[in-house]
């Protein structure tokens, strides 16, 4: 599949989380969002200007690109992966371990400071408390690290060949 046939495909089946994506439509179509991606910030430089100070400048094009392309690159990624027979959802596994770590955090968050109301020594908490939250911080860092590499793995692998689980071969 060529460059334009797949950024075609991917926008036409926007919708559609059934099915297979071939290894070239899935690829051309990241290359498509990062062009247009680095395209939309310069365009939001251009016209908006840059802070000398902080070197940041305000963005409104790029986020509106951004969400233009989400769920057409969500629903190829889903498709990919069905291509590779394994199911769509687990390409929401590592934004499930970021909800889940802030989840976490926040717990703690709130535990601590429950538990620092009831001991005399609310100073003694802090230590313990920064060792957990640094700790936690570190171990949801590798756990993700280690998910997206595990995707890309996925991501890349050739297509199953014949019939899966999720449709007959596209090739």
Not at 101 to 117: N, P
């Amino acid at each position: 599949m060529k460059f334009t046939d797949a950024v075609k495909t991917c926008f036409g089946n926007y919708l559609t989380f059934s099915g297979r994506a071939q290894r070239s439509e899935y690829w051309w179509f990241v290359l498509f969002v990062v062009l247009v991606s680095v395209i939309s910030a310069i365009l939001d430089s251009f016209l908006f200007g840059v802070d000398a100070e902080t070197g940041e400048g305000r963005q409104v094009i790029t986020p509106l690109v951004q969400l233009g392309v989400a769920l057409p690159m969500l629903a190829a990624g889903w498709r990919r992966l069905h291509d590779t027979g394994r199911p769509g959802w687990y390409l929401l596994l590592p934004l499930g371990l970021s909800v889940a770590s802030v989840v976490l955090l926040m717990s703690g968050v709130a535990a601590f400071s429950v538990l620092e109301q009831n001991v005399e020594n609310a100073d003694a908490l802090r230590g313990p408390a920064a060792f957990l939250g640094v700790g936690g911080l570190v171990t949801v860092w590798i756990l993700q690290l280690a998910l997206s590499i595990l995707m890309i793995w996925w991501l890349t692998r050739p297509s199953q060949k014949g019939e899966n689980d999720y449709e007959p071969s596209v090739t």
